[in-house]
T-cell receptor, first 111, second 117 residues
Framework: TQLLEQSPQFLSIQEGENLTVYCNSS?????LQWYRQEPGEGPVLLVT?????EVKKLKRLTFQFGDARKDSSLHITAAQPGDTGLYLC???????????FGTGTRLKVLA | DVKVTQSSRYLVKRTGEKVFLECVQD?????MFWYRQDPGLGLRLIYF???????EKGDIPEGYSVSREKKERFSLILESASTNQTSMYLC????????????????FGPGTRLTVT
């Protein structure tokens, strides 16, 4: 069974701080996605990475796919209260319809 | 604006009742999914459908069944609700990835919080 472990599980930081969330697996994925979920809503896609070593930036968010395509990280620079939410990574193998979701990181940014 | 809608945001049912959760998407997507979300466990796939009348079991199908009679609608059925099925249920849809492709986006509905008492 493929598993995706996220760390940390919970993170509470002050506005303006930087943080990194990790998503690790022993399995190789052909693509990996990051979602953010706000209370009372479904997850919304932030980014998809498909190439080992790939780095993508979305404003203050930087996503990296590991060289071996087994892990990924999400780095937030100068966090803002609007970044508060549950961050989920999800990995898929080539040609499959299914994504395996990580356990989630609940982030709270205090003003 | 793409949309996935779920029939109820909150639902309270009694043990043993038959429960229907409905999901509708307006994006003409081939694939539709039902997940349940529990604290510390992330999203776990119950069933998915890659075409009308086609379905495959996910990781936790026990106690659930699904129906997809039309492309835009995917229903999750709890044949006899039990307290351990109290959870948040999320429906999603996506395009089909195609052979060897990946990276398709899943669009999620707002979720149905089901409580079984």
């Amino acid at each position: 069974t493929q598993l995706l472990e996220q760390s940390p599980q919970f993170l509470s930081i002050q506005e303006g701080e930087n943080l990194t969330v990790y998503c690790n697996s022993s399995s190789v994925f052909s693509s990996l996605q990051w979602y953010r979920q706000e209370p009372g809503e479904g997850p919304v896609l932030l980014v998809t990475v498909v190439t080992g070593g790939e780095v993508k930036k979305l404003k203050r968010l930087t996503f990296q796919f590991g060289d071996a395509r087994k892990d990924s990280s999400l780095h937030i620079t100068a966090a803002q209260p609007g970044d508060t939410g549950l961050y989920l990574c999800a990995g898929a193998s080539s040609g499959t319809y299914k994504y395996i979701f990580g356990t989630g990181t609940r982030l709270k940014v205090l003003a | 604006d793409v949309k996935v809608t779920q029939s109820s945001r909150y639902l309270v049912k009694r043990t043993g009742e038959k429960v229907f959760l409905e999901c509708v998407q307006d994006m003409d997507h081939e694939n539709m999914f039902w997940y349940r979300q529990d604290p510390g466990l992330g999203l776990r796939l119950i069933y998915f459908s890659y075409d009308v009348k086609m379905k495959e079991k996910g990781d936790i199908p026990e106690g659930y069944s699904v129906s997809r009679e039309k492309k835009e609608r995917f229903s999750l059925i709890l044949e006899s609700a039990s307290t351990n099925q109290t959870s948040m249920y999320l429906c999603a849809s996506s395009l089909s990835p195609g052979l060897g492709a990946s990276g398709y986006e899943q669009y999620f509905g707002p979720g149905t919080r089901l409580t079984v008492t």
